[in-house]
């Protein structure tokens, strides 16, 4: 007892009687609501002063606040948050050929955040069947996340599919590249049994822009599915291929660029170069010799590059001749510049 009244009553009494996890995803709930009815506030008020000369003929302002909508629930990532959104009244600035008041922060019709959207894929690329989607949708969001039936679910994934057909059917014949990055990632996704990873191509042009120019299922990184990949992008207009491609030694991806784009120069890529060489090496000599390595990479000329490389043989040949193996495999294949 603690002054005449039971240990454990009143707000202490309902902390202690649920978890910290819930407790915490309440107060986060409770500070994202307030920060958006800030946000909103303040961007009505902006809103007004912006209007505060503009009075009818009777000296009234054309611009004014008018309450509160009626209180409405946005699904974001940690669950419903309920709120008010204030109102404006502007009609009369369509009098005056002005546009009206409308919410960049919350757009009148919008019920979910765009990340609760992001979730559908990411789901789905994590393997989760439609029939499943609510279930982990409820362990993201609670169990009364509004506007995710599975109705909704699978019309959401529908318009994802679209849009992903779409750009890879986009067309590339005013595109023209300098690098192009490959690389196979093999995910935890049940993809066909045939299809086992997931191949990805990244591009640069001349002014350094880069963009993801392909996206596809492939069959252990094998030569049939870079093939078919590359094959594609010159179908959608790609005449020519890059001035030189980065990748894995390991890939396909070398056999399929000879044969489709034998112009374009290779280049293995020195992220994995650097991981399979310091993974023959202890981990006490680890960042001595990666530092080695980036004096190759980051060399300002082609001599300086080699004199790192053959100092890094001498080095560590006797001791550590694995590492240096991996180091030397595909040597005829680094740039030329």
């Keep these: 007892m603690e002054d005449g009244k039971p240990k454990g009553s009143g707000m202490q009494g309902e902390l202690e009687s649920r978890t910290p996890g819930s407790i915490l995803e309440e107060i986060a709930r409770e500070g994202a609501r307030r920060l958006l009815i800030e946000a909103m506030e303040a961007e009505v008020g902006e809103y007004i002063e912006k209007h505060k000369d503009k ?9 004014v606040r008018n309450g509160y909508m009626p209180e ?3 699904v974001t990532g940690i669950g419903a948050v309920s709120f008010r959104q204030p109102r404006v009244d502007d009609r009369k600035l369509e009098e005056i050929g002005e546009e009206r008041f409308s919410s960049r922060i919350l757009p009148r019709y919008l019920r979910r955040v765009p990340s609760v959207d992001n979730l559908i894929p990411v789901l789905y690329l994590k393997g989760v069947s439609s029939g499943d989607f609510s279930e982990a949708l409820e ?5 009364e996340a509004p506007g995710l039936s599975a109705t909704n679910i699978v019309r959401l ?22 690098y192009l990055w490959v690389d196979g990632l093999h ?7 045939e299809r086992s990873c997931i191949l990805v191509a990244m591009a640069a042009d001349r002014e350094g822009r880069k963009e993801i120019v392909a996206v596809s299922d492939g069959y252990r990184e094998s030569k049939a599915s870079w093939r078919e990949l590359l094959l594609d992008l010159k179908r959608r207009g790609l005449s020519r291929g ?7 030694g390991a890939l396909g991806f070398w056999g399929a660029l000879r044969e489709v784009f ?16 310091l993974d023959k090496l202890p981990k006490s000599v680890q960042g001595k010799a990666k530092s080695m390595i980036h004096e190759m ?20 040949r006797d001791k550590y001749p694995k590492a240096v193996e991996w180091l030397e495999k595909d040597e005829e294949c680094r740039s030329p510049h």
């Excluded at 009075?55 to 611009?63: H, K, Q």
């Excluded at 362990?139 to 169990?143: H, V």
């Excluded at 990479?297 to 560590?316: C, D, G, I, M």
């Design 55 to 63: 009075r009818d003929g009777e000296g009234r302002r054309l611009v």
């Design 72 to 74: 409405r629930d946005l």
């Design 139 to 143: 362990a993201i969001l609670g169990p």
């Design 157 to 178: 994934k529908a318009k994802w599919e679209e849009e992903y057909r779409s750009w890879s059917r986009r067309d590339l014949s005013e595109r023209e590249y300098v």
């Design 187 to 193: 995910v935890n996704v049940r993809l066909d049994e």
């Design 242 to 248: 890059a001035k030189l491609a980065v990748g894995d």
């Design 262 to 277: 034998p112009q374009t120069e290779e280049q293995r890529c020195w992220v994995h170069k650097t991981a399979n060489v």
């Design 297 to 316: 990479y980051q060399a300002p000329t082609k001599e300086a590059a080699l004199s790192a490389y053959e100092h890094f043989r001498e080095s560590w």
